[in-house]
């Protein structure tokens, strides 16, 4: 699916967990997830964590929509 | 006493008519129709096609979900077959795909070995040239004459449990499987030829071919995320509560595109989740973890983007094949187009 919005020219970050895969298929912005059960987030460490985790995750993954890439990039930090 | 045969051809090929009969429902007769006649010719005296099972390309295609499959492997069945072909279908893409689908089901189900032919370009080579043998053919019907005798033999040698060589010694599309053999000719000497034929610009074969993966440029960056009008899509399997179109916990065959609008974060009285591979039990709790609306909708609010759309896009993706998936994608990119989308998040488990 991000490859074909990728290719109608829309530019997608793919938020994934398990990022061998994503870079297989041929996702050009990833964005690490957390865990396959709680991908955006950590339930385990309380409400408030968990979404501050959530908050710079997708922050991350919008900020990397911006950035100009010419290959399957790997956005492991924030920036 | 012959080797029984049974064989599969669409309604075109039995002379019943073109488009106009593509509805026609399955049935089966004695003996050949139609193509059949050269599958005699090429199987010989020890074989016999024993019946001709025909079904039009639309009926196959609208009900391959409802029931079509198991209907024609019980008709098939009666006739006890020992070896099954499908087609050829040439460059017929329902047709390939209906014979695709008839010989792996023969094959899995009535455990006998089933062959087809198709053109490489045609539908049905990517969705099954992994699991059945077929022949690659030109793209039309005129090249039966050439295409039936190669289908013919590689199913004789299945059924008389021969070895079955590689795909350029007896004509069928790579399945992706690869054999070990001990070649005459020892590695180096057939690299260094191998190089010579390439700097001559000659044509080249390799032992070890290179899946071929099919690459996407990457879509240019978005220039303004304040203004961008952002949609999320996942394949985390999340759906309104009790899943009104039934989206399949695993290998789905559908997307949803449910509504968001005004939320100020994924409920879980509003969503659950149906996928079938992971442990649902926090995201049931809190689906944010998979749609994050909270989050995109403080950020709409202090104008760090434009719009989050009123909309979600979903899927399941465990055991999805990646053809449906792109398929999905077809489907529901036109959507997001029309309705001025700038960029995507896409959310997998």
């Given at each position: 699916m991000v490859k074909e919005i990728d290719r109608a020219g829309i530019p997608v970050t793919h938020i994934c967990t398990v990022v061998p895969i994503s870079l297989t298929i041929g996702a050009n912005r990833i964005v690490p997830a957390i865990g396959i059960p709680y991908p955006l987030g950590d339930p385990t460490k309380g409400e408030k964590k968990s979404y501050e985790i959530r908050e710079k995750l997708v922050t991350r993954a919008l900020k990397a929509l911006t950035v100009p890439v010419d290959k399957q990039t790997v956005f492991e930090e924030d920036f | 006493m012959p080797k029984k045969v049974v064989h599969y051809i669409n309604q075109f090929f039995a002379g019943i008519g073109g488009e106009d009969k593509a509805d026609y429902k399955p049935e089966i007769r004695a003996g050949i129709v139609g193509p059949g006649l050269a599958l005699k010719a090429a199987l010989?005296?020890?074989?016999?096609?024993?019946a001709t099972v025909i079904c039009g390309d639309n009926y196959f295609g609208s009900n391959i979900d409802k029931g079509v499959v198991p209907e024609l492997l019980e008709m098939i069945k009666k006739y006890q077959p020992e070896g099954f072909v499908a087609g050829?279908?040439?460059?017929a893409g329902r047709y390939g795909v209906a014979c695709g689908t008839i010989a792996k089901a023969v094959q899995d189900e009535l455990k006998i070995p089933a062959v087809t032919g198709m053109y490489t370009e045609n539908p049905g080579v990517d969705m099954f040239k992994k699991d059945i043998y077929i022949i690659q053919t030109k793209d039309s019907s005129a090249d039966m004459r050439h295409a039936m005798p190669k289908l013919a033999a590689l199913l004789k040698k299945q059924m008389a449990g021969q070895e079955v060589l590689g795909p350029k010694e007896e004509g069928y599309i790579e399945k992706g499987i690869r054999v070990n053999y001990f070649n005459e000719r020892r590695g180096s000497e057939r690299a260094v030829d191998l190089l010579v034929a390439k700097i001559k610009g000659e044509p080249i074969y390799t032992d070890y071919p290179l899946p071929v993966v099919d690459k996407v440029s990457p879509a240019p960056a978005l220039k303004d995320l304040a203004h961008a009008r952002i949609a999320l899509v996942t394949?985390?399997?999340?759906?309104?509560?009790?899943n009104p179109d039934h989206i399949?916990?695993?290998?789905?065959?559908k997307w949803g595109k449910y509504s968001i609008a005004g939320m100020d974060h994924a409920d879980k009285k509003d969503f659950m989740t149906v996928h079938g591979?992971?442990?649902?039990a926090f995201i049931t709790e809190d689906p944010d973890l998979c749609i994050p609306v909270d989050v995109l909708r403080d950020l709409e609010k202090k104008g760090f983007i434009g719009k989050l759309m009123d909309y979600f896009i979903t899927t399941t993706g465990?055991?999805?094949a990646t053809n449906s998936a792109k398929r999905f994608a077809e489907e529901f990119v036109p959507i997001l187009k029309k309705d001025q989308v700038d960029a995507v998040l896409l959310v997998s488990t």
């Open positions: - | 010989g005296n020890e074989y016999e096609v024993v050829p279908a040439f460059n394949s985390g399997g999340i759906v309104p509560q009790g399949e916990s695993s290998s789905a065959s591979g992971y442990d649902r465990t055991g999805t």
